[in-house]
């Protein structure tokens, strides 16, 4: 049986409680939930930004794939996590953006979004993902 082996890279923010960025057991690889947090600072960017705060979390998720030996064409599945509603056209169109820059001419990863509170006020957005690779 293989192993669960925890993914740290310094190049997406630290986790801030007692959970890996990402864990890897074989193939598959378990994206903590990322937020719109600067690694090099661990400070919170772009307030009220949807579509900045998108495009960090985003980077956020391609580095720490990038850290499990994955790419982002190696995504199968992200799960947004929202706010409000309101900001689902907002976040729609930042997401469609990065997703399609970054997954190259592989299918596009699946998606689920979510409406829900988030466990900083600052937080527009959170993503998490799940990647395979072969």
Known sequence: MTDKIAIRTQNAPAPA???SQAVRKGPFIQ???QGPVDPATNEYVHR???TGQTH???QNILAIVEAAGATFADIIMLRVYLTTRDDFAE????YQDFVTRHSGDDALPCRTTVITGLPREEML????AIAVVS
Do not use: K, P
């Not at 976040?91 to 930042?94: G, H, T």
């Not at 957005?125 to 998490?128: A, P």
């Open 17 to 19: 409680h007692s959970f």
């Open 31 to 33: 994206v903590s939930g």
């Open 48 to 50: 009220g930004d949807l």
């Open 56 to 58: 960090r979390t985003l």
């Open 91 to 94: 976040m729609n169109d930042a």
């Open 125 to 128: 957005v959170e993503i998490d």
